[in-house]
């Protein structure tokens, strides 16, 4: 698992509360990334950080901010959750100490359901 | 706009066939393509990856063909077991400047049959 955990890893919220879930790693990555899994969408990059601070848009960024104050740290908050934000989590972290291909590795998930 | 398609959505084979699924990307500039192989309630995991320079990498069972030419590339799964049942995601990402960020395929449930 690389070293990455999610938290929590399921919570159910109701429409227009504030979320955060927070992504640890212990292994000194400087890559994150935030992930929302949905049938038929695959994949989707929210956000991601290269660095304490450095934080970057991803294809689905919108209603999503994120907060990097520490290396092993990557926090992603929905500030009103709507209900088309249910959806799986992931976090993932780039490595970047592998090959040359600096594989991305995924967390265990965050089940979210905003009713 | 799906830069990366992947097909089929579903496929069943039978214990000992081979699996097949394929992914066909746009985006010229991409230059790192993994697979990733996610069981129910887990997080994905890298099970084998290429870059364009080659035609092909294998991996015990698993083979990713690579045709830049025609911007495909494809997973093969040998001697496919009931322990492959998954569902397959293929990605694509440029290694150096915006961060590889992977975009990813819809995904391919695969059931192997006894």
């Known amino acids: 698992d690389a070293g990455i955990t999610q938290s929590p890893r399921h919570k159910v919220t109701e429409t227009g509360t504030p979320v955060t879930l927070r992504c640890h790693q212990t292994?000194?990555?400087?890559?994150m990334y935030w992930y929302r899994q949905d049938p038929g969408h695959g994949l989707r990059l929210i956000h991601y950080s290269y660095g304490v601070k450095d934080t970057d848009k991803g294809e689905v960024s919108d209603g999503y901010s994120v907060s990097r104050s520490k290396t092993e740290d990557f926090l992603l908050t929905l500030e009103s959750a709507t209900s088309s934000q249910t959806s799986v989590y992931f976090c993932?972290?780039?490595?970047?100490?592998?090959?040359?291909?600096?594989?991305?590795?995924f967390g265990p998930g965050t089940r979210l359901t905003v009713l | 706009q799906q830069q990366v398609k992947q097909s089929p959505q579903s496929l069943i084979v039978q214990k000992g066939g081979i699996s097949i699924i394929n992914c066909a990307y746009e985006n010229t500039a991409f230059d790192y393509f993994p697979w990733y192989q996610q069981f129910p309630g887990k997080g994905p995991a890298l099970l084998i990856a290429i870059r364009p320079d080659v035609s092909e990498k294998k991996e015990g069972r698993f083979t990713i063909s690579f045709n830049k030419s025609a911007k495909q590339f494809s997973l093969h799964i040998m001697d496919s077991q009931p322990g492959d049942s998954a569902t397959y995601f293929c990605a694509a990402s440029m290694l150096t400047g915006g961060g590889n960020k992977l975009t990813f395929g819809t995904g391919t449930q695969l059931k192997v049959e006894l």
């Open positions: 292994e000194n990555h400087r890559y």
């Open positions: 993932a972290i780039r490595d970047s100490k592998s090959s040359s291909y600096n594989e991305q590795f």
